[in-house]
């Protein structure tokens, strides 16, 4: 058992010690925090501190005697290898692998309790448990504090504090204060008191703020309650300095303490309002403290028929977020032209490094890459942590490469690189397969087969009204017809200078999610394919959604399509021609004309000549 994996089985001792003393049986730590935000900032990073695995998705259950771990197929391998021997990994999705809630109500005896840290579970997620676990006969618990703060100590890391910067009227394309106008004429439509909004980036691109609370995603710990009357941010006083607060009054929105965002609910459904909450993103406990105004309301006196004082519908930001305006479009644009030049600069680098025999480790390449977008105008920072897989690392889907226990790549390697950029106009995403020698056929075949699926997604054309998941297979049925496939998601969304991940869309192929691809919308397009102990590859590009020009327009609906945004060479070394159709071939040829086209004029102002007979060559016919 290695230091790291030592401590860990500590901290479990004492969790549970903190759990015998509130008398619960089982506690549930999630990834998320208060924000259900995908990737927390440092201090509710529980998951990670009690189990020592890292990946971004994850739920820890604890009992008394059992420690056990849920995660999805893209962290199995990681997962694998972080969790010490004391804890159970449960690959979920997987045959014989029970959720979450079959699995306590299957462990616990009857009557057992289960606790929860209600800010960290959202409303769906915690009733449904909440029905499951009484249906068996236990008790679902919310604890007023958190057990894994509790043993954590005074070692858990302080809340961020750092500063926000203005996200610029040139690439938001709206001002706050006609964000806002919008949200409130939807509550009126609605019928709704007020309005809450908790997910960070839905904070952020409503007031056009970015923050770096946590590392990646350029957000900031805070709540906003709209009213019919007024627009509420809560939020440490302390990161809001003169402009901010002259951009905040501006859009008439009132700055509070980030505590109070609780007790401004419960005050508004005290006084009869009703609150638009999203319950698939809102806290629980949020819930709970609508509730308690709502008692306060009658005077604690139960009514026969009480009135909900939630309206539970999807968020109206995460929509108006996710569907781009033409001045977010034109910074998606410009972000990705910047870093398609980073690229070029970094993968002429990467090719004649190796090929002068040179070694390189997972990490230097790591370095470089951030390197050259570091050089281009308007870089923040890496919208995620690179991926740098050498040969079998490539295989782990989310893996990081570490000093000391890195791979390193040769001419013998086949590498595969996800990365991508925060710039000031917006996010990028691209994952890119490459092998410094001579590929396997085999590789080759797997290569061609996930590029086969990329190209039949990215020329589709559908209907309106078409959700991604019905798009899914287009993506993946190349390589079923050679019996493989891929653990993850086809597409994501992109925010625009946000979120590297965000909905409400996606393209994959789980179909609980609904959500039409609209015009305007930013998505990825990712499939892959990862051999375990072998190599992995994923070739992925962002790409807009929009209207499609078709001959007709049947029973008057529209069609779409999609436009490319990522501009960078796909490597044709490890491509297998014979199976690929003439289309496909076209398809190749004429989007390294769009790439050539879009980067050679930047190369050429920069006196980039090596770069730019790289860039030639490496998107030639």
Not at 275 to 302: C, N, Y
Not at 504 to 517: A, D, V
Request: proline share 6%; glycine share 8%.
């Amino acid at each position: 058992m290695s230091a790291v994996q030592e401590a860990v089985s500590a901290k479990l001792g004492g969790l549970r010690n903190v759990m015998k003393g509130l008398g619960v049986d089982a506690f549930i730590i999630p990834s998320e925090d208060p924000h259900m935000s995908e990737y927390p900032p440092d201090c509710h990073a529980r998951r990670e501190f009690i189990s020592g695995f890292d990946g971004s998705a994850g739920t820890a259950v604890v009992t008394h005697d059992v420690a056990a771990l849920w995660t999805d197929g893209r962290y199995f391998l990681q997962a694998g290898e972080q969790l010490s021997s004391e804890w159970t990994l449960m690959k979920a999705g997987t045959p014989g692998v029970p959720d979450i809630k079959d699995w306590l109500v299957s462990t616990l005896k009857e009557g057992s309790k289960v606790g929860i840290d209600p800010t960290v579970h959202t409303i769906d997620s915690a009733e449904a448990l909440k029905k499951h676990l009484e249906e068996s006969g236990m008790e679902l618990v919310s604890l007023s504090e958190n057990p894994v703060d509790q043993a954590w100590g005074a070692d858990r890391p302080a809340a961020p504090k750092a500063g926000l910067r203005i996200h610029d009227m040139k690439w938001a394309g709206m001002s706050p204060a006609d964000k806002i106008s919008q949200m409130k004429a939807e509550m009126k439509e609605a019928g709704a008191d007020a309005l809450a909004v908790t997910m960070l980036d839905e904070v952020a691109w409503l007031l056009n703020l970015r923050g770096s609370d946590v590392p990646y995603n350029p957000v900031f710990l805070s709540y906003v309650i709209i009213t019919d009357s007024e627009a509420m941010l809560f939020i440490d006083a302390d990161k809001v300095d003169d402009a901010i607060s002259k951009h905040l009054a501006e859009a008439k929105v009132t700055v509070k303490p980030y505590a109070e965002a609780f007790d401004a609910v419960l005050a508004i459904a005290k006084k009869g309002g009703k609150i638009w909450m999203d319950p698939s993103k809102v806290s629980f406990a949020m819930k709970v403290s609508a509730l308690e105004g709502a008692e306060k309301q009658t005077g604690g006196r139960k009514r026969s028929r009480p009135s909900s004082p939630i309206l539970a519908r999807a968020s109206p930001v995460s929509q108006a977020k996710g569907v781009k305006n033409v001045a977010e479009l034109e910074g998606h644009k410009e972000a990705h032209l910047r870093d398609g030049v980073a690229l070029t600069k970094f993968l002429c680098w990467l090719e004649k490094t190796i090929a002068s025999g040179k070694t390189l480790t997972e990490v230097e390449i790591d370095e470089h890459l951030t390197g050259y977008r570091a050089a281009q105008e308007g870089f923040i920072e890496p919208s995620f942590p690179t991926i740098a897989g050498a040969g079998p690392n490539g295989a782990i889907i989310h893996y990081r490469a570490q000093p000391g226990t890195c791979k390193t790549v040769d001419a013998n390697t086949l590498l595969l690189v996800d990365s991508g950029g925060q710039y000031d106009c917006g996010t990028t995403d691209i994952t890119r397969t490459m092998h410094f020698g001579t590929p396997t056929e085999h590789q080759k075949a797997c290569f061609t087969a996930v590029l086969q699926g990329h190209i039949q997604l990215d020329q589709v054309v559908y209907p309106e009204g078409t959700p991604g998941c019905a798009l899914d297979t287009l993506a993946r049925s190349p390589l079923w017809r050679m019996g493989l496939n891929y653990r993850h998601g086809t597409g994501h969304g992109v925010g625009a200078a946000l979120n590297v991940h965000e909905g409400p869309q996606s393209i994959s192929h789980r179909f609980g999610n609904t959500q039409p691809l609209l015009p305007g919308m930013v998505c990825s397009n990712e499939p892959g394919y990862y051999e375990d102990g072998a190599f992995g590859i994923r070739i992925e590009n962002l790409f807009v959604i929009v209207e499609a020009p078709t001959t007709f327009r049947f029973a008057g609906q529209s069609y779409y399509g999609s436009s490319r945004l990522t501009m960078c060479p796909i490597q044709k070394k490890m491509m297998n021609k014979e199976m690929m159709s003439p289309s496909e071939i076209e398809w190749v040829n004429t989007y390294h004309q769009q790439v050539y086209q879009a980067l050679a004029p930047r190369l050429e102002a920069e006196n980039a000549s090596e770069e730019l007979e790289w860039l030639a060559q490496a998107t030639s016919p």
